[in-house]
C-alpha cells in the first residue's frame, strides 16, 4: 500500500538489466540472474515483511494478444520477486501506434486479474510526457486519453476483484516551462471518476546526469525540483492531495563518474526526499537499477546500478541498504 505523508517511506527498486537510452533504443547485456536477484533483494528488503517494490514494466501495443497471460518484459517472470513482504510496482506501457486505447484499457484488466493479488501499484504508461522517443509513451497517439480511460479501467477492475490495497497512478518526467501545464491539461480533459480513482502520481528524475549540477548545490536543486513539481505542476492540476513517489531515479558510474560519487548521490537524493516527504507529501523513492545492463560499456546508460552486470556490488549498494533502514 502506497503510504501516507506521516508514514515511513516506501522504498523499491528496478532489478532488471535492460535499461532505454537517450536514441530511442535499449542498452543490455548479459541476462538477469533471478537467483542473485532475490538474494539482492532480500539485503536491500533489510527483513523479510518490511514493504519494499520491485519495479517491473510489460507494454500493450498493436500485437498484444487479449485474453492470455502477459509476461512482464523486464525483469522476466517478475512475480517470482514478490515474497516476503515484497509487493510489484508494475508499469504497463501504452505504445498503440494505432491510437487502441480500448484495447488498452481490457489490457490493464487484464493485467490487474493476473498480478493485482501481488501489486501494490500499477502505473499507467511511462513518461507521457515525452514524444521524442518511441520507447516511450508520449510518442504514440492519443496516450492522454489511455490514461485518463486506463486509469479508471484499471481501478474499477482492483475493486470488483477485491484488491483494495492496489493504488493506480501514472508519471512524468520533469516539467518545466509551457510544459508544466501538462499534468493540468490532463486532468483538464478528463472527468470526476478518473480524480477519484487516481491514487497517486509519479516522477522519474535523474539530477546531475543529463545537466551537471555542482556537488554542494545538489540538496537544494532536489528540493528545488520537488517543490516544483508539487506546487507548480501538481497543485494547479488539483492534484495536490495525492502522495508523490519518485518512480525513477538513478546516476550512473563510468568514465569521469566514479562508484564514490554515485553512493554520494544515491545518500544526497533519498536524504533530501526523506527530509521533505511530510510537507511535499512524498511517499516513496524507487532506484534505477539494481545492476547495470552492461558494465563493459562505457556509455551512460549501461551503468546505473547499484551493482555491477554480474551482481557484485558498487558502494551505492550498501548506501541504498543502509537508507532502506533509516527511512522505510
Known sequence: MTPTAHDAMLF??????VSGDDAGGLAAGPPDDPSRITTALDLLQGRPGRPFLVRAYTGFDDTTARGRPHATSTPAAAAQYAVRGRSLDLVAQYQSASGDVEGYCAFLR?????YGHVTSTL???EEPNVTSMPTLDGAYPDVCEAIVRGVTAAKEHARALGHTHLRV??????LFGPAASFVADLTGRAGDAFLADLDYVGLDFFPDVFQ????PDLPGAVEGLLHHHRHTVLDPAGLGHLPLHITEHGWPTGPGRSVDRQA?????????VAAHAGPLRLSGYTHFALR?????????????????DDYAPKPAFDSFAKLVERFG
Open 12 to 17: 523499491g527498486i528496478y532489478p532488471g538489466s
Open 292 to 308: 547495470d545492463a552492461d558494465s563493459a560499456n562505457p556509455g551512460l546508460f549501461h551503468r546505473f546500478g547499484l551493482m555491477t
Open 110 to 114: 487484464e493485467l490487474v486479474e493476473q
Open 264 to 272: 554520494e548521490v544515491v545518500e544526497t537524493v533519498v536524504g533530501a
Open 212 to 215: 551537471p549540477v555542482a556537488a
Open 123 to 125: 502505473q499507467v504508461a
Open 169 to 174: 497512478g501514472f508519471n512524468t518526467t520533469p
